[in-house]
Structures are given as structure tokens and as C-alpha cells.
T-cell receptor
Framework: AQKITQTQPGMFVQEKEAVTLDCTYD???????LFWYKQPSSGEMIFLIY??????QNATEGRYSLNFQKARKSANLVISASQLGDSAMYFC?????????????????FGKGTKLSVKP | DAGVTQSPTHLIKTRGQQVTLRCSPK?????VSWYQQALGQGPQFIFQ???????QRGNFPDRFSGHQFPNYSSELNVNALLLGDSALYLC??????????????FGPGTRLTVL
């Protein structure tokens, strides 16, 4: 089973509008972290935002916010006031814990990504 | 503050050859992870190094090996290259705090083409 599912292969948004990129995850670990990365055509993965499984508040970083719905196992990325430079691939990723033993796994598990295109 | 750097940027090899990719972590980071990203896919975890030892490994064959140096930089070696090894190889650095891998920051990647 997919651990990270991004159901939108591609999305279009008008410049200055808001857009939501979907991400659902699957884990039985009570401790985990969720990340969003942006990958422009140049290839570098740029960290955008992080949400911990025990965080009470939804994470925000500038124009990025994470709509974390734990019961639904979803962690959608919201980009407000889209800019032309936001056109890129966006990846949702999860870092699992180690169950009751504390610590975390070292690896990130990525979804297949969503290609966002911002139209002028 | 220097970010994660990788070399070379691009590489072309033929089947059966061996390749070495290099990574320097972000200043202050002690952990390096390597990922393989095939075209149109998300990155897949290869392995992670901490204190010069392999801390965790993904589902990759033994042809993939690595090393971490005392200055925290790292190398990824791939032997007996196959056409399917063609991909973008990403290095990520982070801090290991209390057994938890903190946010991973990625380098620009090395694009490997195997002919």
C-alpha cells in the first residue's frame, strides 16, 4: 500500500489565487513527521514546511500553510497568493517514528508529486 | 551559510562501469542521506550515514555503497551500472538529535545517464 498518496498529477492556478495540493498518508506509528518540498525544473528539492504528528496547531511558513487533519490522515499544502515562480513539482513526504522506542526512521517516504502550473 | 553541494552536476557512463558521486552537507549538519529519483517519480531512499557508519538502508542492491568522512561529507558509489540506474541522485543533510532525524535539506542533485 502507498504510504504517501498525492492524487493530483497536475494542477493549474491563476496568479494571485490560492491553491490546495492534496496529500494523504498511511502509518500505524503514533509519532511521525510530514514535510512538503518544492522541486523546480532545476532539480533541487526545496524544503517548504513541516508538521509533527503531535503538533496542535497547523504549521504555517509565509505563504505556505499545512491543513493537517489527523483523523483523516491528510496533510494538504495551501499556497496563498500564487506567484509565477511557484510553478514546480510539489512533493509530500513522511518520516516515521520507531513505534514505542523513540527516535525516528532516517528516511523520508515521498509521494509521486503534483505538478503545479501558475498562469499569468 | 553554504547549503548542500553535490558533484558532479551531470555524468554519462556506460553499462558495467562504476561511478562515484560526492556530497558536502550543510554547515553544522552531521547526517547525510542519499536518494534516487527516477524520471516522473518521487525520490527513493538509498541509505543514511551518521558518524561515518551506515545508519539505515533502503531497498537497494549491494552495488550501491557509500562512505562518510570525518568532515561529514559523503560519497555514493554504484558498481556494475545498469541502464535502470539512470536517475537524479539527491543528497540530503540533517542533524540527528536524540535519535530523531531533523529536517533534511537537499542538494541540487547529480543527473546520471547510463548508456
Amino acid at each position: 500500500a502507498q504510504k504517501i498518496t498525492q492524487t493530483q498529477p497536475g494542477m493549474f492556478v491563476q496568479e494571485k489565487e490560492a491553491v490546495t495540493l492534496d496529500c494523504t498518508y498511511d502509518t500505524s506509528d503514533p509519532s511521525y513527521g510530514l514535510f512538503w518540498y518544492k522541486q523546480p525544473s532545476s532539480g533541487e528539492m526545496i524544503f517548504l514546511i513541516y508538521q509533527g504528528s503531535y503538533d496542535q496547531q497547523n504549521a504555517t511558513e509565509g505563504r505556505y500553510s499545512l491543513n493537517f487533519q489527523k483523523a483523516r490522515k491528510s496533510a494538504n499544502l495551501v499556497i496563498s497568493a500564487s506567484q509565477l515562480g511557484d510553478s514546480a513539482m510539489y512533493f509530500c513526504a513522511m518520516r516515521e517514528g520507531k513505534g514505542n522506542y523513540g527516535g525516528s526512521q532516517g528516511n523520508l517516504i515521498f509521494g509521486k508529486g503534483t505538478k503545479l502550473s501558475v498562469k499569468p | 551559510d553554504a547549503g548542500v553541494t553535490q558533484s558532479p552536476t551531470h555524468l554519462i557512463k556506460t553499462r558495467g562501469q562504476q561511478v562515484t558521486l560526492r556530497c558536502s552537507p550543510k554547515s553544522g549538519h552531521d547526517t547525510v542521506s542519499w536518494y534516487q529519483q527516477a524520471l516522473g517519480q518521487g525520490p527513493q531512499f538509498i541509505f543514511q550515514y551518521y558518524e561515518e557508519e551506515e545508519r539505515q538502508r533502503g531497498n537497494f542492491p549491494d552495488r550501491f555503497s557509500g562512505h562518510q568522512f570525518p568532515n561529514y561529507s559523503s560519497e555514493l558509489n554504484v558498481n556494475a551500472l545498469l541502464l535502470g540506474d539512470s536517475a537524479l541522485y539527491l543528497c540530503a543533510s540533517s542533524l540527528l538529535v536524540g535519535g530523531i532525524t531533523d529536517t533534511q535539506y537537499f542538494g541540487p542533485g547529480t543527473r546520471l545517464t547510463v548508456l
